[in-house]
């Protein structure tokens, strides 16, 4: 104050900050945003989301952000077939910090075809949240190739004090295009015919990025794909039975076949 008047001084960087203004499908996307994640719920992922719906929580005007808490009335956001990560805590911590500081992890890895776990030094490219699940990708050194990890798989993970480069001729959104899910091999050419009852619902869905749809006169459709990995595509076939038809490759087919008899050969 001086002379009578009252001087205000603002510190340097301050800006006036407006209550947050949410519109209804912004509120209904943080909350799907939540549900989306619930598998990874425990880990740093999960507990970073929740903390920050509670910031922008606490900037709404509390009628808007008792909404938001209570949109589970109106909305249902399920998964199926959830992974655990309640146990991955630390993992997930310490590759986070390897992804975007670029130093090499090691980790202690165990996959369903070996018993015993086995160490491996990996320069983290990525995590990957695919159908519920997280994958690190990334250039493994003992097998001196591009892995994909499942991390509940993984049983710790160490930061060296080493740093990686990226390859700059590594694109991770065109290699992923070629796996159908999360494992990548040889691309091939695979053909599908799917009956007249199950063509609309193959019609309504984007299954893999190099997909074709040819409609065949009698009302079914041929679906045509480039993967490099059939294991995953005979998983997801299986479910169809008799709806679907392997055209190409003759492999494919057979080990569908088998799979499915297999499966009425020990019931019997």
């Given at each position: 104050?001086r ?32 549900g989306?994640?619930k ?25 808007s ?21 309640s146990?991955s ?8 910090q390897?992804?975007?500081n ?44 591009l ?6 798989r993984?049983q ?6 080493r ?13 992923r ?25 193959i019609?309504?869905r ?9 409609a ?13 990995d ?5 998983r ?22 088998n ?10």
């Open positions: 104050m002379n009578g008047t009252v001087f205000w001084h603002l510190i340097e960087g301050f800006h006036a900050e407006a209550p947050i203004s949410l519109t209804l499908t912004e509120q209904m996307a943080l909350y799907f945003s939540k989306l994640f598998p990874l719920q425990g880990t740093p992922i999960y507990e970073s989301l929740e903390s920050a719906i509670q910031k922008i929580g606490s900037q709404l005007p509390a009628q952000f008792k909404f938001l808490r209570g949109l589970d009335q109106g909305i249902s956001v399920s998964n199926f077939g959830l992974k655990d990560y146990h805590k630390e993992v997930i911590n310490a590759l986070t390897a992804v975007f670029k130093r090499i992890v090691t980790i202690l890895h165990r996959s369903p075809q070996h018993e015993e776990a086995i160490e491996r030094e990996v320069d983290p490219y990525k995590l990957w949240y695919v159908n519920n699940g997280l994958y690190l990708v990334g250039h493994c050194h003992r097998d001196d190739d892995r994909t990890f499942a991390v509940e993984i710790s993970a160490n930061l060296t004090n740093r990686f480069e990226m390859p700059p001729d590594f694109n991770f959104e065109e290699f295009k070629t796996a159908f899910n999360v494992i990548w091999g040889e691309p091939q050419e695979v053909r599908i015919r799917f009956s007249p009852s199950q063509a609309p619902y019609r309504e984007t299954w893999h990025a190099s997909q074709k749809i040819e065949e006169p009698d009302g079914s459709v041929v679906l045509t794909l480039v993967v490099r059939l294991w995953e595509v005979k997801w076939l299986i479910g169809f039975g008799a709806e679907a038809e392997v055209l190409e490759p003759r492999e494919l087919g057979t080990d569908v076949a799979e499915c008899w297999g499966v009425v050969s020990r019931r019997r």
